[in-house]
């Protein structure tokens, strides 16, 4: 990124958080000639896409791919490099195959003469409505191509400049609506809509712009770094270090400082404390307010405003590794149940845990086979669940009976005696993201999601009253997942340096 302008040398910035979202941030920043040090809670990068490896077995946590490939390429060009030279990215197909209780599969394809070729076995009589809704969604992806990717907007002077492109997108209807107008079969209408839920969004609540998205990994796939997004992490923090970055690992930020409107110093729980010009954080914002900014009126403000808001639904993730080789098990694929439209409204409305689950499940290992001793398989199985709020149970509890049910409905479906080939198995809980990564309420997402006309659908990157501290990353675009974090990464640090210099 270059800046027309050079960057005082005495201004030096801190990023809060060393997840993809932040270090996208701190190499952007780093590369505009702003001397910036990464704050991380955890001794590694990557945030919650960590690696855990048990005897041998490489669990991943994370989302099941990168589908914004060019959003990595850009950030590597950055560093006059190309990313193929530290991270090897294999191409998983099909982008997912989504599967019924009674068999019945369909499998979405980048590749527009094998998705068509799909629809016309599956929905015949939705060919041409499934080609409208692409098209639509190409649009979308064309004229919305200025901004900085599927990025929330920050106010509604942003807005204003985008109304002939936001009317042609119909964003005041849901995405779920825009889908039923040109789908007439329910079970191709849930294909289309999983994708956002899989981004944090409700698809009978959010915008209709989320249709971007089905055009985007269509365009451009989805790609699996060989070790995990950990490894990707790993490359783009040695990335930013050889730009000159500078990464403090192990050491929570505990206290922001302020003097009058401006933030002054940031001070870590090892007491280790230093002056920066600004900050950019990637940490949840019920966080940042309640506890880094506490005893500020501002922190006691937003952080109650804050928690009144809607917060996004959890995640249940069970990791498990088998014996065994599954090659007719995708890299990724979604198990769907009888309900749909009513397991989302449990979840996202009334807060309950059904007997019924939609299961994420991600093969890993068959598209990198470094993951696995040869002759066994790694998965991960991660069902949406309501959040703390809406569901206060005791997760210490409940957590090995609904692991237990996930793993006999991937048996019931998949693998029939998977009990006889399980390895190893762990899981993780909304209790656990609350208590590990500060996530109010325990979401996966962050705050929810919001139609553009509905409060809290605005997410500002700049904070009105501490006028040098930004927000990145998933802080800044909540509900959106990996390729909207990145995109907000993107925005955040072209507004620093537009305003720091």
């Not at 999983?194 to 959010?206: H, K, Q, R, S």
């Not at 509890?397 to 009990?419: A, Y």
């Amino acid at each position: 990124m270059n800046n027309a302008s050079t960057p005082p040398e005495s201004c030096r910035v801190a990023v809060i958080g060393a997840g993809l979202g932040g270090l996208a941030t701190a190499l952007r920043l780093q590369a505009g000639g702003f001397p910036t040090t990464v704050i991380e809670a955890r001794d590694h990068p990557g945030g919650r896409a960590v690696n855990e490896v048990r005897d041998g077995l490489t669990f991943c946590a994370g989302p099941p791919g990168i589908a914004d490939r060019a959003a990595l390429e850009e950030l590597w060009a950055l560093t006059g490099n190309a990313v193929e030279r530290d991270v090897t990215l294999h191409s998983a197909a099909p982008l997912c195959r989504y599967a019924w209780p009674d068999g019945a599969t369909f499998d979405l394809h980048a590749d527009e003469a094998a998705t068509t070729r799909e629809v016309a076995r599956f929905a015949p009589a939705d060919l041409a409505g499934f080609a409208d809704y692409g098209a639509i969604a190409a649009a979308q992806l064309a004229d919305f191509r200025s901004r900085p990717g599927p990025e929330p907007f920050a106010d509604p002077r942003e807005v204003a400049g985008f109304v002939p492109e936001l009317a042609r997108a119909q964003a005041w209807r849901s995405l779920w609506s825009v889908i039923a107008a040109h789908i007439k079969d329910d079970r191709l209408r849930e294909v289309l809509a999983v994708p956002a839920l899989i981004d944090g969004a409700n698809p009978f609540t959010a915008s209709a712009l989320l249709a971007a998205g089905h055009a985007r990994l269509r365009q451009g796939g989805l790609w699996w770094p060989q070790g995990g997004l950990a490894a990707l992490a790993a490359a783009l923090m040695k990335r930013f270090e050889a730009l000159g970055g500078t990464m403090r690992l192990g050491d929570p930020v505990r206290r922001i400082h302020v003097l009058g409107n401006r933030i002054h110093e940031i001070e870590t729980q090892s007491g280790w404390i230093r002056h920066f010009d600004a900050a950019a954080s990637t940490a949840d914002r019920d966080h940042v307010w309640r506890d880094l900014l506490s005893g500020t009126l501002r922190g006691e403000t937003m952080a109650a405003r804050t928690r009144s808001r809607q917060h996004g639904f959890g995640l249940f993730t069970v990791h498990f590794a088998l014996e065994g080789t599954w090659p007719g098990i995708p890299h990724f694929m979604v198990l769907l149940g009888e309900r749909f439209r009513a397991l989302i409204e449990d979840i996202s409305v009334h807060g309950v845990l059904p007997q019924d689950q939609m299961i994420w499940l991600t093969h890993p290992s068959l598209t990198d086979p470094t993951l696995a001793p040869p002759g066994k398989s790694i998965f991960q199985a991660q069902v949406p669940v309501a959040n703390l709020r809406k569901l206060p149970i005791d997760w210490e509890t409940v957590g090995p009976l609904l692991e237990g049910r996930v793993l006999d409905e991937v048996g019931r479906r998949l693998v029939p005696d998977i009990r006889d080939r399980l390895i190893t198995r762990f899981h993780t809980t909304p209790r656990d993201a609350m208590l590990e990564f500060n996530a109010a309420q325990g979401t996966g997402f962050g705050l929810a999601p919001q139609p553009l006309w509905r409060k809290g659908a605005y997410h500002p990157r700049r904070d009105k009253t501490f006028g040098n501290l930004y927000f990145a990353g998933a802080a800044a675009a909540p509900g959106g997942g990996l390729p909207s974090a990145l995109a907000a990464s993107r925005a955040c640090a072209t507004l620093m340096l537009e305003t720091l210099t």
